[in-house]
């Protein structure tokens, strides 16, 4: 079964450019989930998709970030402008799980981002 | 609201010796707990999780965890550590009225050394 893919793996920008991250969960996993995962933390969810619906976007910072997941798969997550506090990991995951039941979330590689 | 406190933010052991990673929780509701590892530039992989069922939970790689209602705790230990086991550990609650949301905590940097 092949895992949660991510891409770029890595992304260098200057401030207040724009940047955008992808994200293909596993077939079938109805719930995708980004987080943000700045150094020597836990992540933090910025957003949630239920199909092709936001169940909780209440920690994404909606001024600069937004997010889509198309047709109920693909995601993409967008940063614009970007500043030097959005330097960190973005992580994507996804899950079976529906409905609010706690479920294993399956975790891409992440993309570290750098703004400089 | 719940939320997740590892005690330790760096462990070290000798391998072979045993481990212990050290979280308690707070939730207003019955909990999902887990607890993840994170190795260098690598994703997040599930060790072993609680879902109200037995209270040991025993994971992959010979880890296991205790949850304990009383305590509000539920430690990670590994009876005999190994150099693979390096990596940072998170402990994570979920609770059904948060949608599956889950709270990390801040994470333990474990060190192995020979």
């Known amino acids: 079964e092949a895992g949660v893919a991510q891409s770029p793996r890595y992304k260098i920008i200057e401030k207040r450019q724009s940047v955008a991250f992808w994200c293909n969960p596993i077939?079938?996993?109805?719930?995708l989930y980004w987080y943000q995962q700045i150094l020597g933390q836990g992540p933090k969810l910025l957003i949630q998709?239920?199909?092709?619906?936001?169940?909780?976007d209440s920690q994404l910072p909606k001024d600069r970030f937004s997010a889509e997941r198309l047709k109920g798969v693909d995601s993409t997550l967008k940063i614009q402008p970007a500043k030097l506090e959005d330097s960190a990991v973005y992580l994507c995951?996804?899950?079976?799980?529906?409905?609010?039941?706690?479920?294993?979330?399956?975790f891409g590689p992440g993309t570290r981002l750098t703004v400089t | 609201a719940q939320s997740v406190t590892q005690l330790d933010s760096h462990v070290s052991v000798s391998e072979g010796t045993p481990v212990l990673l050290r979280c308690n929780y707070s939730?207003?509701?019955?909990?999902?707990l887990f607890w993840y590892v994170q190795h260098p530039n690598k994703g997040l992989q599930l060790l072993l999780k609680y879902t109200s069922a037995a209270t040991l939970v025993k994971g992959i790689n010979g880890f296991e965890a205790e949850f304990k209602k009383s305590e509000t705790s539920f430690h990670l230990t590994k009876p005999s550590a190994h150099m693979s086991d390096a990596a940072e550990y998170f402990c994570v609650v979920s609770t059904y009225n948060q949608g599956g949301k889950l709270i990390f905590g801040q994470g333990t940097e474990l060190s192995v050394k020979p």
């Open positions: 995951a996804s899950s079976l799980g529906s409905g609010g039941i706690p479920h294993e979330q399956y």
């Open positions: 939730s207003s509701y019955s909990p999902s």
């Open positions: 077939s079938g996993h109805a719930t």
């Open positions: 998709f239920q199909n092709n619906g936001v169940v909780d």
